[in-house]
C-alpha cells in the first residue's frame, strides 16, 4: 500500500493539494496586509500645507520627495504622474517607462536624472501641497503620502508631464476644487501630446532634446479649496518625523546637505558595531557613506555571509567600502 501511495498517480494530487495550500496562506497574508494599510488614518478633506521648503536628500526624484512644512517632515508622492527612475534599483519599472517613451533604458535613467533636477528647481522657493495623508506605499521604510503639489508656475504634476519628464500614471484622486479626476487626466493627456510632438524631454532624449523645456506650458493648474483642514497635531492622524526648529532653512543645513565641510554625526558611530545583516535604514545612514538609496540598496542584498559582501552592492565602489567597512561587525 506504501508503495502504491508513493507512485506518481498518488503523488500528483498530493502536490498539488500542496500548492493550493501555500496559494491560501499567502492569499491571507496578503490580505491582512490590505486590510492593515486600509485602516490606516486619512483625511477626507484636503489638508493645506503653505510655506513648505525641499528637503536636499539622495532619494529625492522626479515625482517624490522629502520636505519640510512648518515643524514636521514630509515625503510626498505625486498624484496621477509618474517621473522615469534614476537608477536600475526596479529594473522591471524602469523597462516599462523607457518602452512607454520608446527609448532605452540608460536614455529613460537619464530622463530620470534630468526630471529629478527639474523638481529641485522648481522646489527652490516656497510651494503649496495639498495632501489627504493617504498612503503612497513604496520600497523605502519611512511613509510617503500623495499630494498634489503647487509651485509658483502651478500644477508640479502638470509641469513634468508638459516637459516630457514624466507619464501619466499611478494613483488617482479628483484635484482640490474639483469632484472627479477626468478633467485633470483630459489636460494631462493634452500636456502629453504636445511634448511628444515637440519632442521634449525623454520624448526627445534620442533627438538631444531632454532638456529642452516645451514652448507654451500654459493654463497650468492652481488650486483653490473654500475651506482649508489645518495640518494634523498629532502623530495619530500624521506619522511624520518631528523636527527639532520651526525654521526649514537651519533645519536643512543641520543634516549637513549644505555644508560639506561641517562635522557630521556620523563621525561618532562606534566602530565595528552594527550588524550588517539587521541594521534597520535608520542605522545604515549613520555610517560614512551610507544614504537612503545605498541603504535601501544593501536591505535588498540580505543577507552576507560578513561585511565584506558590502562590495557587491551597486554603488559602493573600492574607495566607499574602505571607508565604510570599519564601522560594521
Not at 12 to 21: G, Q, S
Not at 160 to 173: D, E, M, P, Q, T
Amino acid at each position: 500500500m506504501w508503495r502504491k501511495f508513493c507512485t506518481r498517480e498518488f503523488a500528483i494530487p498530493r502536490i498539488r493539494a500542496l500548492r493550493c495550500v501555500v496559494a491560501l496562506i499567502a492569499f491571507a497574508v496578503l490580505w491582512i496586509g490590505a486590510v492593515d494599510l486600509r485602516a490606516r488614518p486619512e483625511s477626507k478633506d484636503w489638508i493645506v500645507l503653505d510655506n513648505c521648503r525641499l528637503i536636499a536628500n539622495p532619494a529625492n526624484d522626479g515625482d517624490s520627495f522629502h520636505v519640510s512644512a512648518g515643524a514636521r517632515e514630509y515625503i510626498f508622492r505625486l498624484y496621477l504622474v509618474d517621473a522615469p527612475e534614476t537608477d536600475e534599483m526596479t529594473p522591471r519599472r524602469v523597462v516599462k517607462q523607457a518602452k512607454y517613451f520608446g527609448i532605452t533604458v540608460p536614455q529613460a535613467i537619464e530622463a530620470g536624472r534630468a526630471a529629478t533636477a527639474f523638481t529641485r528647481e522648481k522646489l527652490s522657493e516656497p510651494f503649496t501641497a495639498f495632501t489627504h495623508i493617504s498612503d503612497a506605499m513604496g520600497q523605502s521604510r519611512l511613509e510617503r503620502f500623495y499630494a498634489f503639489v503647487e509651485t509658483k508656475d502651478g500644477d508640479l504634476a502638470e509641469q513634468l508631464v508638459c516637459n516630457g519628464l514624466a507619464r501619466i500614471y499611478g494613483f488617482k484622486a479628483a484635484p482640490p476644487g474639483l469632484r472627479n479626476v477626468r478633467p485633470e487626466m483630459e489636460k494631462l493627456q493634452q500636456f502629453e501630446n504636445q511634448a511628444r510632438q515637440e519632442k521634449v524631454g525623454a520624448w526627445g532624449v534620442s533627438v538631444g532634446r531632454l532638456n529642452v523645456l516645451a514652448t507654451n506650458p500654459s493654463s497650468l493648474s492652481r488650486f483653490v479649496i473654500l475651506e482649508r483642514t489645518r495640518p494634523p497635531a498629532t502623530h495619530e492622524f500624521s506619522p511624520v518625523l518631528p523636527r527639532s526648529t520651526p525654521n526649514p532653512r537651519a533645519s536643512i543645513a543641520q543634516r549637513g546637505s549644505l555644508n560639506p565641510n561641517k562635522p557630521h554625526s556620523k563621525e561618532l558611530t562606534p566602530l565595528g558595531r552594527i550588524d550588517i545583516n539587521t541594521a534597520t535604514e535608520k542605522e545604515l545612514t549613520t555610517v560614512p557613506g551610507i544614504g537612503h538609496v545605498i541603504a535601501a540598496r544593501i536591505i535588498a542584498a540580505r543577507p552576507f555571509k560578513s561585511a565584506d559582501d558590502l562590495r557587491r552592492v551597486s554603488g559602493i565602489g573600492s574607495k566607499k567600502y574602505v571607508e565604510m567597512r570599519s564601522y560594521f561587525q
